[in-house]
Structure formats: structure tokens, C-alpha cells
């Protein structure tokens, strides 16, 4: 079986070059980043039980899926962990392989999916941000990322909840009215619902710790972790 849906990394692909523009086609993921990164760090930082420093993530192994140009990868670099970031496309690791040298930031970087990876090193943190709508079969792909993860390593997958409230927030309004979104950018029929991410988790060995919602807020151009799950969610599950 395959994770990989070839669609979808085309899609992304094309607009490779635009990564690392704070105002370009990835600007709400610029937008993202620090509520994301600080829920991680923290989340990390409390089930390690990890004493504060310049560089908490230290002895961290961390592996970060669909790591796209390493939005997610760089910062969590800088905090010290040891980063291996993949993806499929070849263009968006050659971004993130360019912009990190330029960086002077040492992450290992691969074009590969998780159930092609090949490496004896078991995680203690695998992040799925924002990828599991845009693979080819999520019980496979959560399956597969799990194989990766340390007995009680922990996995946070954040992605977008199935509902009306979604539908209209994610695709009517960030990609045909906002325009902060390439038209296309999302499918809902393949975004998913906590419970049957949870379930699926559930398989492949990984317990809930956390569930939350991230909400955006318009007036301020801002985001916060929320209780209310409708549109963005993310989990944090722990191996068993």
C-alpha cells in the first residue's frame, strides 16, 4: 500500500517556490505557526518532563511529516531538537534543504513518505500537521507513522474537522472569498472527524492525551487554542 496521493503532491509542488514567503500562497500557515509551535514545544516540554533552557528539545528525536519547505522543522531545530523532516515532493525538500543551509540549521531532510522510510530510529515526537487530508489513505498513513514513534513517544496530528462549519471557513471562505488559499487547496470530502481519527489512532497502538480546537480570530488576524473543535482541531496521542 501506498500513502502518497500523486494529486496532491503536484498540487503542491507547483507552488514550492512560495514556502517561505510570509505573504505568499502559504501565508496562513505563516499566520499558524506560532500557536503551533508553542502548543508542541510546551506539550513536549511538560510529557518529558523537561527542565527550561535556550534549547529545550535537546534530546529530542523529532520527525516531521509532510514537512513541506520546514516551516515546522526549522523552529523546532532551534529549540534543540534532532529534526528529520520528509515529504513527498522532491520540490518542497529541495526548498526546505536550500533554506536550512542558508540557515546554517542542521536537519536531515528526505523525499520519502513513512512507510518508505528507512531508518532504525524509533521518534520520541512525529508531527502530522496539516497532512493527514491530503494523503492517499489515512488508516494506512496513521498506521504506518506509528511504526516510526518510541514506546511512549507521543504524535500530534492536527488537521480539519468534517462539518458544515468547516466547509464553509476552510474552503468557501479562505479559498474563493479571502483568497488566502489556492482554489483547490482542499477536498472536504477528505478532511476527518476527531472520533474517527481517534478510532483510527486507536489501532495503530496510540492513545488520546489532548484534544483541541484551533480558532482563528479575524479581527486581530490571530489564533488561539480553543475548545471548540469544529473547524481545526489537533490531537496529541502517546504510543503504547
Known sequence: ??????????????????????????????????????????????????????????????????????????????????????????????????????????????????????????????LNMEIVEHVENIDFFINASAKLLKKDGIMFVATLNKTLKSYIFAIIGAEYILKWLPIGTHDWEKFVKPNDLIKISKKSGLSLQRLDGMKFNILDNSWKVSNDTSVNYILKLKKN
Request: some cysteine; aromatic content about 8%.
Open 1 to 126: 500500500m501506498n500513502s502518497i496521493n500523486k494529486k496532491e503532491i503536484e498540487k503542491f509542488s507547483k507552488i514550492a517556490q512560495e514556502w517561505w514567503n510570509p505573504n505568499g500562497k502559504f501565508k496562513p500557515l505563516h499566520n499558524f505557526n506560532p500557536i503551533r509551535i508553542k502548543y508542541i514545544k510546551e506539550n513536549i516540554i511538560k510529557d518529558f518532563k523537561i527542565k527550561p533552557s535556550d534549547k529545550p528539545l535537546k534530546k529530542i528525536n523529532l520527525l516531521d511529516i509532510g514537512c513541506g519547505g520546514g516551516l515546522l522543522s526549522e523552529p523546532m531545530c532551534r529549540l534543540g531538537a534532532n529534526v528529520v523532516g520528509i515529504d513527498a515532493s522532491i520540490k518542497n525538500i529541495e526548498v526546505a534543504k536550500f533554506h536550512a543551509k542558508k540557515n546554517k540549521l542542521k536537519i536531515k531532510y528526505k523525499v520519502t513518505s513513512p512507510e518508505k522510510l528507512k531508518t532504525n530510529l524509533k521518534f520520541d515526537v512525529i
